[in-house]
């Protein structure tokens, strides 16, 4: 069931509307390091490299500050990378660090440690007429009690050069001069509509392809992630304990879970495509 423009992709629209001028150097106190972030109330604050601010307001957007030594090709990195997931769970959705395809009107997603080749497989699965969904990271809408919701993707496919030879991606410009990755179009193009999850699929590592399912307390643990991602989340809605062990047992109950074992081996990688691909065609769990 295709679904039309839902309120959350409206607030992040409007929200990270970006403006140009001086930002705050801290929300704490203490100015911010190079490379880090405060949060406050309904503020954030990001700097990057040098002088490089990125301030955030809740119903004020984006406010970026370029100092001379601000490397203006980092800054879409920025945008679409911390300040997005910050300013979602400032407003009460959940950034998960996964890359994802849709498939009958419901989202497959894959998450995993940095370099465990999600964005690689979710490239690959195009050659099976699956869709992206979404590249690194997944914002879900928890505002319905009964199901969860996953806005389409805001940011390009990024691939290193081995992978675009293992996909049918078309490369585009590299994504910067320290980035050694390339923007590309997945073969089987995107999905631009909020849908369902389906499915959250952990990538591991295996001597041979596999899909098995995760059930009960293993869940729980599973959805203890140490990402940013999760750093922010946890930030924004200031969860106590007991917040937090209800939040995750919501997730654990309504998302189905599933591990995918294959080896990082090229020469077996399109065998693992090929079970992936099955796997979400014939709809997982379901």
Same mark, same amino acid.
């Given at each position: 069931?295709?679904?039309?423009?839902?309120?959350? #992709?409206?607030?992040?629209?409007?929200?990270?509307?970006?403006?140009?001028?001086?930002?705050?150097?801290?929300?704490?106190?203490?100015?911010?390091?190079?490379?880090?972030? #405060?949060?406050?109330?309904?503020?954030?604050?990001?700097?990057?490299?040098?002088?490089?601010? $990125?301030?955030?307001?809740?119903?004020?957007?984006?406010?970026?500050?370029?100092?001379?030594?601000?490397?203006?090709?980092?800054?879409?990195?920025?945008?679409?990378?911390?300040?997005?997931? /910050?300013?979602?769970?400032?407003?009460?959705?959940?950034?998960?660090?996964?890359?994802?395809?849709?498939?009958?009107? #419901?989202? $497959?997603? $894959?998450?995993?440690?940095?370099? /465990?080749?999600?964005?690689?497989?979710?490239?690959?699965?195009?050659?099976?007429?699956?869709?992206? $969904?979404?590249d690194d990271t997944l914002v879900l809408d928890l505002s319905d009690p009964k199901r969860i919701i996953c806005l389409p993707g805001h940011k390009r496919l990024k691939l290193r050069a081995d992978a675009l030879a293992l996909t049918s991606a078309i490369a585009e410009e590299q994504v910067s001069a320290t980035v050694g990755k390339f923007y590309a179009l997945p073969a089987a193009g995107e999905v631009n509509l909020p849908l369902p999850i389906a499915e959250l699929i952990f990538l591991e590592l295996g001597p041979e392809p596999s899909i098995l399912p995760i059930a009960g307390g293993e869940r729980l643990v599973r959805l203890q992630d140490d990402h940013y991602t999760a750093n922010f989340f946890a930030s924004a809605r200031r969860f106590d304990h007991l917040d937090q062990f209800t939040h995750l047992v919501r997730l654990a109950r309504q998302i189905p879970m599933a591990r995918f074992r294959r080896p990082l081996d090229p020469s077996c990688f399109n065998e693992g495509v090929a079970l992936a691909a099955q796997y979400v065609i014939t709809g997982g769990q379901r």
């Open positions: 069931m295709l679904m039309l423009k839902i309120p959350a #992709q409206a607030t992040m629209e409007r929200e990270t509307e970006v403006t140009f001028g001086l930002a705050p150097k801290t929300l704490l106190g203490e100015p911010v390091p190079e490379m880090s972030w #405060q949060m406050r109330g309904d503020e954030f604050l990001l700097r990057g490299e040098g002088h490089h601010y $990125f301030h955030y307001r809740r119903g004020h957007g984006i406010t970026v500050e370029r100092g001379p030594d601000a490397d203006a090709s980092e800054e879409s990195l920025w945008l679409n990378g911390s300040v997005y997931a /910050a300013i979602a769970s400032i407003n009460g959705l959940l950034p998960i660090h996964a890359s994802a395809v849709a498939h009958e009107d #419901q989202v $497959f997603a $894959f998450t995993g440690p940095a370099e /465990a080749g999600k964005s690689t497989l979710v490239a690959a699965l195009a050659d099976y007429g699956l869709a992206m $969904f979404c």
